[in-house]
């Protein structure tokens, strides 16, 4: 195609409405969680979403 000058046709023309924040995490920690365990079995973590 490219000796011949012919070249794709991207289809994907919808708007992007997502797109990458700069900067560091929007979502500080403000319970201050530590989830480093002192010794084994100590430390339990649950997510109830």
Same mark, same amino acid.
């Given at each position: 195609?490219?000796?011949v /000058?012919?070249?794709g046709?991207? $289809?994907?023309k919808?708007?992007?409405t997502t797109?990458? /924040?700069k900067g560091?995490?929007? $979502?500080?920690?403000?319970v201050k969680r530590e989830f480093?365990?002192?010794a084994p079995n100590?430390?339990?973590v649950a997510d109830i979403t």
């Open positions: 195609m490219k000796a /000058g012919l070249q046709i991207s $289809r994907l919808t708007p992007r797109h990458g /924040g560091g995490d929007p $979502r500080p920690d403000l480093a365990a002192p100590r430390l339990w």
